[in-house]
């Protein structure tokens, strides 16, 4: 029978952050240009010494994070003591496991969690000699060149939600029946889940409306069957030949200089600061999606095989 | 060759005699997957200038698409349109003409293989100009290479055909739940039919004289939705034109535009022709009477929601 724990920040003393020096959250990342790192105790981890994980998470929190763009990047460590102490003072410089783990994680909206995985550095705490359940054990988070103002936050304190490890100590059994033939069931009423749903991390998947899901099969895609690059001369019309028999959606991009822009583009004689000037449209026939610029070029398209009809 | 892969049909539809066309999902065809999606602004200096760089550090130029919001109101000098203001709107692709909010020339979005930009250039000096952007983990060059911003091992990936799924290219998937599939509402997507008379110029009457039309569509989903629109006329058959766009006269003056922009309530599509007489030479443009059908598709975006 598989095991399954939960650990739960529960005391200001088990969260550390190195902004403000202090305990009671936790910051991971670049705040305004400062590297941030943090720490996390859990205590009462009430696993014996010698035990193998197959599956250790510390879920974070997001409780509000910067306005930066890109990834989240960071280092996550052990602390690789057999009790580690409450955080009274910071706790990052600790001696810490060998197993650590860089990771780059594109964050979700406030209010959602996402998921750093600590298996290996759990299994060199949990094989310590001086390991006994019901111990402390503690992580770090190190900042690993975030971008500008790009960092996550969580703390203790106003909060209804907090941060917790999520751990699993055996693998779940294969309860996978034999095949069986059932008559088809009756179609399905309306309200009921029906399909494939894929939720982001921290979402649940049966909660959460269908906009915030990452994908859904209870509404079609666009679908691309053409798609590349093609070279376009100068008021010459590029055909591009599809097989459709009708007119699908299509998407096209163009390059000027070393950019890439979105058609139609019409400058109307503005100035174009980047892109050389290059003006372009595109259109689409039952046989060809065809694109007509300004300028000797390139260009990168999509024609789907979702038909533009009612 | 027997069918491979995976295939999804929505609600009720036999997943083994559906036409492709008509499925949710097949790993044979790619889908386009939004990997970030948000408000930005740029403001601009005293001449006008401003620019909002994003990095993504992809690595590649990825596909994208922009929304510019503000408040829509009839900008043609033919009055009895509509004289209402409607705000929050949003606007799709600029550089353009629009006949609801002042022309945008200015506003160039692009990107490059590690940043996503909108540049205002000669624009309105010393104002917040608000856009909504999304980025797709699709490319918009050719590109084979190593994706640079770090690797995600984690969720459900679908390779295209003759790819290897744990090479971890992103854009190399049909799909993978890195990004959120772009998927499209059939039952409100649709088209609608739009027609203007016969137009020209009399230096008896009126030498510069103007139509218009609009129509709406009006979704009922109490938010703005990306959509896509496409525009076919009667006087060119056969062939779909993505809206917005613009005609020139043979003195390069705008004599046509042909927008659309959507809110809380409606998608509006619309029409202005201009028929300009020139005193020399003795030329001028004239339309014929004609009929316009756009074809959109209103996907489950809400613009608004960043």
């Not at chain 1, 000037?277 to 046989?287: F, H, M």
């Not at chain 2, 559906?18 to 044979?28: C, G, N």
């Not at chain 2, 109101?73 to 003409?97: I, K």
């Amino acid at each position: 029978m598989a095991n399954e724990y939960d650990f739960i920040i529960e005391d200001d003393d088990h969260m550390w952050e190195t902004f403000t020096s202090q305990d009671g959250a936790v910051y991971i990342g670049n705040k305004s240009g400062t590297g941030v790192n943090g720490a996390f105790l859990f205590k009462n981890v009430n696993i014996p010494q010698g035990t193998v994980v197959v599956s250790a998470d510390i879920r974070f929190y997001i409780g509000s994070q910067g306005g930066g763009s890109g990834s989240l990047k960071y280092a996550v460590y052990g602390i690789d003591e057999d009790n580690t102490a409450t955080f009274g003072s910071d706790p990052t410089g600790r001696t810490k496991t060998s197993a650590v783990d860089n990771r780059s994680t594109a964050l979700t909206p406030n209010g959602t969690y996402f998921g750093i995985e600590v298996i290996d550095q759990m299994n060199e705490i949990l094989a310590r000699g001086g390991w006994v359940s019901g111990n402390r054990m503690g992580f770090i988070l190190l900042n690993d060149s975030s971008p500008n103002d790009v960092y996550a936050f969580n703390a203790n304190v106003g909060y209804e939600t907090n941060s917790y490890l999520q751990v699993l100590t055996e693998a779940r059994p294969d309860f996978t029946p034999s095949p069986t033939t059932e008559a088809a069931p009756a179609s399905p009423t309306d309200g009921q889940d029906y399909g494939l749903k894929i939720a982001p991390d921290g979402v649940g998947v049966l909660s959460a409306p269908d906009g915030d899901l990452q994908f859904i099969t209870t509404r079609p895609t666009l679908k691309a069957q053409f798609f590349g690059l093609t070279s376009v001369t100068a008021s010459v019309l590029k055909q591009v030949a599809h097989t459709l028999g009708y007119q699908g959606a299509f998407l096209v991009y163009t390059k000027g200089n070393t950019y890439r822009f979105r058609l139609p583009r019409f400058l109307n004689g503005a100035t174009d600061p980047v892109g050389g000037g290059v003006q372009g449209d595109a259109r689409i026939s039952t046989s060809n999606l065809e694109i007509l610029q300004n300028a000797n070029g390139e260009a990168y398209y999509y024609i789907f095989i979702d038909e533009i009809t009612t | 060759m027997t069918d491979i892969g995976f295939k999804a049909s929505v609600r009720l539809q036999n997943v083994f005699n559906t036409e492709d066309v008509d499925l949710a999902f097949l790993t044979k065809y790619p889908t386009i997957k939004v990997l970030r999606k948000a408000a930005s602004t740029v403001v601009t200096d005293g001449s006008g200038n401003g620019t909002r760089t994003i990095p993504h550090n992809f690595g590649f130029s990825p596909s994208y698409q922009v929304f510019l919001k503000g408040t829509a109101s009839w900008q043609q000098s033919l009055s009895g349109v509509d004289a209402s203001s409607y705000s929050n709107a949003y606007f799709a692709n600029p550089p353009n003409a629009s006949n609801w909010f002042s022309n945008m020339y200015y506003i160039h979005p692009y990107t490059d293989d590690n940043n996503f930009y909108v540049q205002v250039a000669g624009g309105p000096a010393s104002t917040t100009i608000n856009f909504v952007y999304y980025l797709f983990l699709d490319l918009a060059e050719e590109y084979t290479g190593a994706v640079s911003n770090g690797e995600n091992s984690v969720g459900t990936k679908f390779s295209r055909a003759t790819k290897n799924v744990l090479e971890r290219k992103p854009y190399q998937y049909t799909y993978t739940s890195e990004g959120r599939s772009l998927r499209f509402n059939p039952t409100k997507s649709g088209d609608l039919s739009m027609s203007l008379p016969e137009l020209f110029g009399s230096l008896l009457t009126d030498p510069d004289p103007e139509e218009a039309v609009y129509g709406e569509v009006t979704h009922g989903l109490g938010y703005p939705p990306f959509y896509l629109a496409y525009f076919e006329k009667a006087s060119s058959p056969n062939y779909l034109y993505e809206t917005n766009r613009y005609s020139l006269d043979d003195f390069d003056n705008v004599v046509e535009i042909i927008d659309s922009w959507c809110d809380a309530t409606r998608i509006r599509f619309s029409w202005w022709r201009q028929a300009l007489k020139n005193p020399a030479p003795l030329t001028s443009t004239t339309w014929d009477e004609d009929t316009m059908t756009i074809k959109y598709l209103i996907f489950d975006e809400d613009l608004s929601d960043t």
